[in-house]
């Protein structure tokens, strides 16, 4: 079989709700579904998600890229879906990316700026833009920004729970060690 690499973008046809955690949920809920079938599917690439607009870069064998597609092509919450570029690949790019997200990341704002526009609009890139996407999100290395299967460093997942739920699972935690230490005592002679 061989590589391919496939940019798309598409209108979200979901109206965005606030962020509370850096990434508006129901790109969260798309991205936990893109890691976890991409995956099985050893197809790797990154997502970027701005102005209810979405760019997607993928990349694996063409069978496996283009059942991803065609999946995110009947996906309700996706509408005008563009092909912007489709081609062979030579080798990987995105290695232990099952899905990179990058969300509102300054270097996007940058680049549009560059090319003088005021929007992030995908579906009217060309392919220099293209290519230049796909580089910010391959390059970005704001780990506190990014989702992805690689380790994170050690500190890195401060931002993964709200404080709330943090002081419920040390608490959880705290009544689940004391119910085995008492346990324990009394099953002691």
């Not at 509370?20 to 893109?34: D, F, K």
């Not at 990349?59 to 065609?70: M, P, R, S, T």
């Not at 232990?96 to 997200?101: G, L, P, V």
């Not at 970005?140 to 990014?146: A, D």
């Amino acid at each position: 079989m061989s590589l391919i690499r496939l940019a798309y973008a598409s209108e979200a046809t979901f109206s965005p709700s606030p962020v509370h955690s850096g990434v508006e949920p129901h790109v969260a809920r798309i991205l936990l579904a893109s890691r976890r079938n991409n995956a099985r599917q050893a197809v790797v690439g990154g997502l970027y998600y701005g102005n209810n607009r979405f760019f997607q870069y993928l990349e694996g064998e063409e069978e496996a890229v283009n059942a991803v597609y065609d999946r995110i092509r009947q996906d309700e919450r996706h509408q005008g879906v563009t092909t912007l570029l489709e081609e062979p690949l030579k080798q990987r790019t995105f290695d232990n990316w099952s899905m990179k997200y990058v969300p509102l990341a300054d270097d996007v704002q940058r680049m549009l700026q560059r090319h003088g526009l005021a929007s992030f609009e995908p579906d009217r890139f060309d392919r220099n833009l293209c290519e230049e996407m796909i580089s910010v999100i391959r390059d970005s290395n704001g780990v506190e920004r990014v989702i992805s299967d690689q380790a994170r460093p050690q500190g890195a997942n401060d931002g993964l729970f709200t404080p709330g739920i943090r002081k419920g699972l040390v608490l959880a935690g705290a009544t689940l060690v004391a119910a085995l230490l008492v346990g324990g005592t009394l099953l002691l002679p």
